[in-house]
């Protein structure tokens, strides 16, 4: 599906004050789902199907990496994109945890809204060139198994039709072949 003005992000964060601010800053360009529970995220995106998840990092039940790696543990949910969003000074090792999680991308929440929404907007993007090459590569996948079980069933005419010749030899090196 290409990227759209109305993908479905949702945003899940501790603090209501900061999923509504994003709600509202987002809402103008995405359909924003929004949840101040970790705990209910993964039955939150099962039942919402979101293109791109935001996701704050220091939250209480359960910090963003392991949701992180829940979503992307997740066979139906693999493919979404989660860019965390904190609101400390960021170290390269949070970083670097973040990435290994499974995250795309690491973005501080003071950034500027329209750099938010084009960071989003390229890894919605980049999502849909992902699915869309998974879905060239199964249909070329059952394209070649279709003509490989028709050379298959060629190779066994063939077979068939060898054995089924009968040959004589007429002279040193000359053969007569009959078919039945």
């Not at 994003?22 to 199907?49: M, Q, Y």
């Not at 209480?60 to 829940?70: F, I, K, Q, T, V």
């Not at 394209?143 to 066994?156: I, M, P, Q």
């Not at 068939?160 to 009959?178: F, I, K």
Request: proline share 4%; net charge negative.
């Amino acid at each position: 599906m290409p990227t759209s003005s109305k993908n479905k992000i949702l945003v899940v964060d501790d603090d209501p004050a900061m999923t509504d601010y994003l709600s509202l800053r987002l809402a103008a360009g995405f359909t924003v789902v929004a949840t101040n529970d970790p705990l209910k995220t993964l039955d939150l995106a099962h039942k919402e199907r979101p293109d791109l998840i935001l996701c704050d990092i220091t939250m209480p039940g359960m910090d963003g990496y392991e949701l992180c790696r829940r979503i992307k543990d997740d066979p139906n949910m693999a493919d979404t994109p989660v860019i965390f969003l904190t609101a400390a000074r960021t170290e390269m090792e949070d970083e670097r945890r973040g990435l290994k999680a499974g995250a795309v991308d690491y973005l501080n929440k003071t950034l500027d809204s329209s750099v938010l929404e084009a960071r989003l907007r390229l890894h919605l993007a980049l999502r849909d060139a992902q699915l869309e090459l998974k879905n060239q590569n199964a249909l070329l996948e059952a394209k070649v198994a279709r003509r490989t079980a028709e050379l298959e069933a060629s190779r066994e005419a063939l077979r068939e039709a060898m054995h089924n010749l009968r040959t004589t030899q007429v002279s040193a090196g000359v053969y007569w072949v009959q078919v039945p």
